[in-house]
Every structure is written in C-alpha cells, then in structure tokens.
C-alpha cells in the first residue's frame, strides 16, 4: 500500500500488478484466483491463494446470513405504540432476535423500527435519497438505541420475560432457572442458529427420554465400577405424598457421587418388617451384595427389626439408622426444653413480623447489607438454630435499625408487632440475646455434625465420631457445671446410643490418620473394638485379617511410607480415603479396608424431591404410560443428583420466603395475624431482592477442619456413666 498524490493505491508483492481502486476485496480476488472484478495472480504461493478463498467465503456466508436476517426481520408482527413505548422501542426486540441465534450482523444501530414494520437501513436511504426528506417522522420511528449497555439491557429484558412467561405457563417455580442444565439449554438454543425447530411433545416423550435414560443407566454403570473399589451404602429415603402414601426411595452413595435406583409406594407393606426386609435384600443383591458397606434407613421400629436381619443375612454389611435424622431430633429435643423454646418464640415474633411487611422486610435487608434474617437449614428444626445464629451474627446491624429515624416514622413501627421486636431487638434487660448467644454456642457444633453428613464433596465416616465428641465437649466447656451439662448430655445420648455403639463411625475415627495422630496415649477400648468388629465382619478370610492386624502396627506407629514428612502434612490437607490410597502401599490389606470404611457416607439428606412424579409413577392403571412415567422420574432424580456435586456455592442466595425454602422455614415467616391490610403498599412487587453479604456472617470454616486435634476426655467417651469415669481418668494420668 502507497499513496500516490491524494489516492491510496494497492501493489502486489507476487507479480507487482498495481490496483488504483476496488479496496482490499478486489486485491483478495486477485490473490485468491477468483475471476470477475480483478485478474488472476500467477505468483501468488498456493498456502496465500487458500488463505484468501477462505476469508472471501466468509464475507458470502455472512452476506447471505444478513440478507436472510433482513427476510426474517421484515416478517416480524410490529407491536402496538403501548408496546413500543414500553419496550423503549422494537429495536430491542430485533437485537435479541439476532443475538439469540448468534448470527453475525450489523450493530442496532443499522435498524429502524417504524408503526407498519421493520425496516433495514439500507432501504431507508434508498427512500431517503429519492425524496430528499427523512421519513422518520412520519412513520412514528421512537428512536434508535445506540448505546451498547442500554441495548443489553433491553436484549436481556425481552428474553427474561419470554422465559418467565414459559415458566408461569408451564407452572415451574422461579427456582428451576437455577438448575445446572438451564444455561445450557440456552447455549444450545442460541447455537442453532436461525429456523432451528423446537423439539414436540411427541419428541419428548420418545426418543429425547429414551435417550436420557440410556445416559443416566451409563452413569451409574460409571459409579458400578468404582464401588467394588470403594465400597458404597444403600440410602433408604422416606416421605409421605400429598395423597398420604408412603413412598420409599432407594439410593447408592460413594465417592464418585449419588445415584437413584427406584422409588416404591411402600404404603401396604410400611407396618411389615418381613416385607421390608424382603425389599431391602432384593435391592443389596441388585447392587451386588460384596459391594455394599452398609444400608441406612429411617429408624422405626420396623425398620430396626428388618435392618438387623439384613445384616445377620448378609455377613459383610451393616445396618444403622440415618445419622441425619437422630440429629434432627435431638435438636428438636433441644428446642422443646422450656427456657430455648421460649427465646425461639421470641426471636420468631421478630421474623414473622418483618417477612408479612415489605416495607420493614427492605428496611432489614438495607440494615443488614442485603442479608436476610432468617436462614434455611438442613433440615426443618435445624432451621431454628441457623436463624438464630443469624440473629446473633446481624444483632448491631438491627439494633441501629431500630434506633435510626427511617424506623421511628415507619407507620410499621407503631403497630403492636413493631413495639414488640424494637423492645427485643434493643433489649433493654440484655436477657434476649444473651440467650441467643449461649443457645448459639450449645448447638453450633451439633449443626456442624449435621452439615458434614450432608456433604457431597467429603465422606462423612472418617469424621462423624469426632464430631459428635466436640459437640459434647462443647457443651461441657460452655456449662461447666456437670448437674448442667447432663441435661443435653442426655438428650444427645437417648437419641445416639445405637450410633456411640456402631462399629463403622468408630472406625471412621481410628483410620482418620490427622485424629489418629492426634491423640497421645492409648486410643480409648471403644473405638479400638469398633475397629476390630469392623475386621471381623468385612473381611471374611482369616489369614488376611491377621495380615491387618501386623499392618496396624505400622500404623500405630507411623512406620514405613506413613513417617515420610509428604505422608505428614498430608493428614491435614488429602482426604482420609485419599491419604490411604497414597501412602498406604506399605500396608495393602489394612488400606483396602481402610478406602472401603472412609469412603462411606452416615445418612441421607438434602435430596430435592419436588416437581417429581413419584406418586403418578406409581398410580396410573395403563402399564406402558406408567413404564415411562417411571422413567422419566429415573432420569429426573438423577439428573437434581449430579448436580450436588458441584453445586456452586455461590449461587444466588436463597430468598426463606421462596417456594424451595417454605417447607423449611414456615415457622418462621407465617402466621395467622401477622399480615396487616390497613396500609397501602405493603406488596411482594416493592420488595428488594435478598443480596447477601457474608462479611457480617463470620467466617465460614471448613466443618472437618474446625475439629481440632486431641480427644483426651474420658467421660464423653463413657458417655458420662460414672462407674467408667474413674478408670478412664486413670488411664489418662498414666499417659
């Protein structure tokens, strides 16, 4: 390229052709062979000449895309000015259009939107040029958006709402577009391209299923092959349906993730554990009997008896009641002693008040920096405590509400509920949130335990007796005096005593190498006898259970590949089933045993059942539309499954009062006389949205990592019988 006088000219550097004009398209042609505006270079190397094709097919298939846009867009029913003033103009709906199937076209800005139509630029000035007036005027045209952040914002509006409406129409809750699947089911939308057909009813409901479940039977055959590596647990999931039927779920934990097998409609057979019993064995040996570690069920009675001789039919594995729900209820056993029950009564008085008036549930959620004062467990009666630790942790940021002028003229302030919490929250006797922190500091760990059983990401086994040891510990420390701590001691106890006594969370704690190495002295009688249960009942060959016993010397002594300084730091950074499986080569028998007990999950919990049409599955009389209503509830539970893996933690925060949250928080936030009519305004449509801020929520701490290290207390692990207590502190004076 050179100038020549006031013209910018083009050269050939193969052949020296000289291009006086026709810009850089014509020297393409020339470069690329192709006849018509230029003639064809001779010199030009074969690697340049391809080159050149390309970009030239390029400029075609964009040119061709853009005059197809131009059909399409021309074929657009033009909205009413209502709508058009309202949408700060159709433009805005060309651009979503044209951005939702990734074509490559002119920016909006090269669009104009009139009352009878779409019009391309182009054409325009065609118009423009022949009359010698703009028609701009005349044809109504609102105005062209050019810049580039309004008209995003106006693109996202326009496809917002058109996913709204399909979730109104179809009856989703607002949560489904939390689903991992729904930004690439938007991806693949826009990926098709113009004229893409939307799958029918008829497609859904054959070969798009059929398909799913060939993709969800290869996953579990993923899983199938790891469990003979690591063992797995059969989780027995219980609930009772709108129509009151008794539905049991079965599932198999491991490492690898959560799978669904099937769902039965237990209500014949639910008061039997003969029928029970047989239903579990037949699922064992679906899984493959030298697969399973154990089976957790909910733990009535019938279950209990049904349970015990499962294990005394099957040798190798164990039975234990879910870990979750004896948590559950010993929080509602806390809960039900007369002093927390009455600050819980209290502090909802608080919620129930500020989640009915949108006017104070703003003014709360702009004190408290977008957080939300209620704060949805794990479970339902874990939900109170979580609340109140949220209570506790926003304490300064409400008392300043309370105390600040926008609160004094809020008509809300006045009325009988508002008298009320601004009385709590400033807590004029100090009593209110003094109990609140001492309820706080008694439960947090047993919410802790509760947390690590839920958890995808970490086996709880390795770190459920631990646990529980803190919680205890805990509580000890807090109360001091042992007439005190007795009370939930107790209560802890009642609802543990199968598990104090399950072999499987004992041996948990002893192969645990970062609490193992924690402890000086002997490791206490208990947890060693769970351990050798555990060699007895898992592995059936004698010779290799005393090839065990020899490498738990090793152990003990942190011999071999375990006293390397990487084995060492390691403790506290691998996972304890990964710790086993990288430096217990030394060790091979006690390190297969190992892997299998700490790859094991202590219960069922957090499995998101709603919209699932378990009870129609089982309930419809024709058999091959009930075959595939199974099926679609097959691949619908595995599908929620494989998304709690990876369940991004920092997805939006969940609003209490939203369609997910109610069954856990409806203490909470509803009540009989809470909802005031007498002023205008108090609407859902003027809410803020929650956006929390976690810096006024403390650190959140890894659960297993807040466990410490050293378990030297003798009476929790007698479990507070006194004629035990003496010869353990004994024990521990001589070490």
Same mark, same amino acid.
């Not at 928080?665 to 803020?688: A, I, P, Q």
């Given at each position: 390229?050179?100038?020549?006088?006031?013209?910018?000219?083009?050269?050939?550097?193969?052949?020296?052709?000289?291009?006086?004009? =026709?810009?850089?398209?014509?020297?393409?042609?020339?470069?690329?062979?192709?006849?018509?505006?230029?003639?064809?270079?001779?010199?030009?190397?074969?690697?340049?000449?391809?080159?050149?094709?390309?970009?030239?097919?390029?400029?075609?298939?964009?040119?061709?895309?853009?005059?197809?846009?131009?059909?399409?867009?021309?074929?657009?029913?033009?909205?009413?000015?209502?709508?058009?003033?309202?949408?700060?103009?159709?433009?805005?709906?060309?651009?979503?259009?044209?951005?939702?199937?990734?074509?490559?076209?002119?920016?909006?800005?090269?669009?104009?939107?009139?009352?009878?139509?779409?019009?391309?630029?182009?054409?325009?000035?065609?118009?423009?040029?022949?009359?010698?007036?703009?028609? +701009?005027?005349?044809?109504?045209? *609102?105005?062209?958006?050019?810049?580039?952040?309004?008209?995003?914002?106006?693109?996202?509006?326009?496809?917002?709402?058109?996913?709204?409406?399909?979730?109104?129409?179809?009856?989703?809750?607002?949560?489904?577009?939390?689903?991992?699947?729904?930004?690439? $089911?938007?991806?693949?939308?826009?990926?098709?391209?113009?004229?893409?057909?939307?799958?029918?009813?008829?497609?859904?409901?054959? +070969?798009? @299923?059929?398909?799913?479940?060939?993709?969800?039977?290869?996953?579990?055959?993923?899983?199938?092959?790891?469990?003979?590596?690591?063992?797995?647990?059969?989780?027995?999931?219980?609930?009772?349906?709108?129509?009151?039927?008794?539905?049991?779920?079965?599932?198999?934990?491991?490492?690898?993730?959560?799978?669904?097998?099937?769902?039965?409609?237990?209500?014949?057979?639910?008061?039997?554990?003969?029928?029970?019993?047989?239903?579990?064995?037949?699922?064992?040996?679906?899984?493959?009997? =030298?697969?399973?570690?154990?089976?957790?069920?909910?733990?009535?009675?019938?279950?209990?008896?049904?349970?015990?001789?499962?294990?005394?039919?099957?040798?190798?594995?164990?039975?234990?009641?879910?870990?979750?729900?004896?948590?559950?209820?010993?929080?509602?056993?806390?809960?039900?002693?007369?002093?927390?029950?009455?600050?819980?009564?209290?502090?909802?008085?608080?919620?129930?008040?500020?989640?009915? *008036?949108?006017?104070?549930?703003?003014?709360?959620?702009?004190?408290?920096?977008?957080?939300?004062?209620?704060?949805?467990?794990?479970?339902?009666?874990?939900?109170?405590?979580?609340?109140?630790?949220? @209570?506790?942790?926003?304490?300064?940021?409400?008392?300043?509400?309370?105390?600040?002028?926008?609160?004094?003229?809020?008509?809300?302030?006045? #009325?009988?509920?508002?008298?009320?919490?601004?009385?709590?929250?400033?807590?004029?006797?100090?009593?209110?949130?003094?109990?609140?922190?001492?309820?706080?500091?008694?439960?947090?760990?047993?919410?802790?335990?509760?947390?690590?059983? =839920?958890?995808?990401?970490?086996?709880?086994?390795?770190?459920?007796?631990?646990?529980?040891?803190?919680?205890? #510990?805990?509580?000890?420390?807090?109360?001091?005096?042992?007439?005190?701590?007795?009370?939930?001691?107790?209560?802890?106890?009642?609802?543990? #005593?199968?598990?104090?006594?399950?072999?499987?969370?004992?041996?948990?704690?002893?192969?645990?190498?970062?609490?193992?190495?924690?402890?000086?002295?002997?490791?206490?009688?208990?947890?060693?006898?769970?351990?050798?249960?555990?060699?007895?009942?898992?592995?059936?060959?004698?010779?290799?259970?005393?090839?065990? $016993?020899?490498?738990?010397?090793?152990?003990?002594?942190?011999?071999?590949?375990?006293?390397?300084? $990487?084995?060492?730091?390691?403790?506290?950074?691998?996972?304890?089933?990964?710790?086993?499986?990288?430096?217990?080569? =030394?060790?091979?028998?006690?390190?297969?045993?190992?892997?299998?007990?700490?790859?094991?999950?202590?219960?069922?919990?957090?499995?998101?059942?709603?919209?699932?049409?378990?009870?129609?599955?089982?309930?419809?009389?024709?058999?091959?539309?009930?075959?595939?209503?199974?099926?679609?509830?097959?691949?619908?539970?595995?599908?929620?499954?494989?998304?709690?893996?990876?369940?991004?933690?920092?997805?939006?925060?969940?609003?209490?009062?939203?369609?997910?949250?109610?069954?856990?928080? #409806?203490? +909470?936030?509803?009540?009989?006389?809470?909802?005031?009519?007498?002023?205008?305004?108090?609407?859902?449509?003027?809410?803020?949205?929650?956006?929390?801020?976690?810096?006024?929520?403390?650190?959140s701490n890894d659960d297993a990592e807040d466990l410490g290290s050293g378990f030297y207390d003798g009476e929790?692990?007698?479990?507070?019988?006194?004629?035990?207590?003496?010869?353990?502190?004994?024990?521990?004076?001589?070490?």
């Amino acid at each position: 390229m050179f100038k020549s006088g006031d013209r910018i000219q083009l050269k050939c550097i193969y052949c020296s052709k000289l291009f006086r004009g =026709g810009g850089i398209h014509r020297i393409k042609e020339h470069l690329a062979g192709q006849k018509g505006n230029a003639s064809t270079c001779l010199r030009v190397p074969p690697d340049v000449r391809g080159l050149m094709q390309q970009s030239l097919d390029g400029v075609v298939v964009k040119k061709r895309n853009r005059q197809k846009l131009d059909e399409e867009i021309t074929n657009i029913t033009p909205p009413q000015d209502g709508d058009v003033d309202s949408l700060g103009g159709t433009q805005s709906d060309v651009n979503n259009a044209v951005q939702l199937v990734g074509v490559s076209v002119e920016p909006i800005s090269r669009l104009l939107v009139n009352r009878e139509g779409v019009t391309s630029v182009r054409s325009m000035d065609r118009r423009k040029r022949g009359r010698g007036k703009s028609s +701009w005027s005349s044809h109504g045209v *609102h105005g062209v958006c050019n810049g580039g952040a309004l008209v995003s914002r106006k693109v996202n509006s326009y496809v917002h709402e058109a996913i709204g409406r399909f979730l109104f129409d179809i009856g989703a809750p607002p949560e489904a577009v939390n689903s991992a699947y729904f930004q690439p $089911m938007i991806d693949a939308i826009a990926s098709g391209g113009p004229g893409m057909e939307p799958p029918t009813c008829h497609d859904l409901r054959s +070969w798009i @299923l059929k398909n799913s479940v060939e993709e969800a039977r290869n996953n579990i055959d993923k899983h199938r092959a790891t469990w003979g590596r690591t063992g797995c647990s059969i989780l027995v999931d219980q609930w009772n349906t709108e129509l009151d039927n008794v539905m049991l779920s079965f599932l198999v934990y491991s490492p690898e993730g959560t799978v669904f097998l099937e769902s039965v409609d237990a209500s014949a057979i639910i008061n039997s554990s003969d029928a029970l019993y047989d239903l579990l064995r037949r699922v064992v040996e679906d899984v493959g009997v =030298g697969d399973v570690v154990q089976v957790i069920t909910s733990g009535e009675e019938q279950f209990v008896v049904a349970g015990r001789r499962l294990a005394d039919t099957f040798s190798n594995l164990f039975w234990i009641p879910c870990a979750a729900r004896c948590l559950d209820l010993i929080l509602e056993d806390f809960g039900s002693l007369d002093w927390i029950h009455a600050v819980i009564e209290q502090a909802r008085s608080i919620t129930k008040f500020v989640y009915n *008036h949108n006017v104070v549930l703003n003014m709360v959620r702009r004190s408290t920096f977008g957080n939300d004062i209620v704060e949805p467990g794990v479970t339902r009666f874990g939900t109170s405590f979580t609340t109140l630790k949220r @209570l506790v942790d926003l304490k300064h940021c409400l008392q300043v509400m309370v105390t600040s002028q926008e609160w004094m003229d809020c008509p809300y302030s006045k #009325e009988p509920g508002g008298l009320e919490i601004s009385d709590l929250i400033s807590d004029r006797d100090q009593s209110f949130w003094s109990s609140c922190t001492l309820i706080v500091r008694l439960t947090s760990p047993l919410l802790r335990v509760l947390r690590m059983v =839920g958890c995808e990401k970490r086996p709880a086994m390795g770190f459920i007796y631990a646990g529980m040891y803190r919680a205890k #510990e805990a509580i000890k420390k807090e109360l001091v005096k042992r007439e005190e701590y007795m009370v939930y001691w107790n209560i802890i106890d009642q609802r543990w #005593e199968q598990h104090w006594n399950f072999p499987l969370h004992a041996a948990g704690f002893y192969l645990n190498p970062k609490i193992f190495y924690s402890i000086e002295g002997d490791i206490h009688n208990s947890i060693q006898s769970g351990m050798y249960d555990c060699i007895e009942r898992m592995v059936p060959d004698t010779k290799v259970q005393d090839k065990i $016993m020899k490498e738990i010397i090793s152990y003990k002594n942190a011999a071999g590949d375990f006293r390397r300084k $990487m084995a060492i730091r390691a403790r506290d950074t691998l996972l304890p089933a990964e710790w086993w499986s990288t430096y217990g080569g =030394g060790c091979p028998n006690l390190a297969r045993l190992a892997i299998r007990i700490l790859s094991q999950t202590c219960g069922s919990i957090g499995y998101r059942q709603s919209q699932i049409p378990f009870e129609k599955a089982h309930g419809i009389r024709n058999c091959l539309e009930r075959q595939r209503l199974r099926d679609l509830v097959f691949v619908q539970y595995n599908l929620r499954l494989r998304q709690m893996v990876d369940k991004n933690n920092g997805e939006d925060c969940m609003d209490p009062i939203s369609f997910d949250s109610i069954s856990l928080v #409806e203490d +909470w936030v509803t009540g009989k006389d809470v909802c005031s009519e007498d002023f205008e305004g108090s609407s859902w449509m003027s809410l803020d949205s929650p956006s929390a801020s976690t810096m006024l929520l403390g650190p959140s701490n890894d659960d297993a990592e807040d466990l410490g290290s050293g378990f030297y207390d003798g009476e929790i692990f007698s479990r507070g019988k006194d004629g035990e207590i003496e010869i353990l502190e004994d024990n521990v004076e001589n070490h």
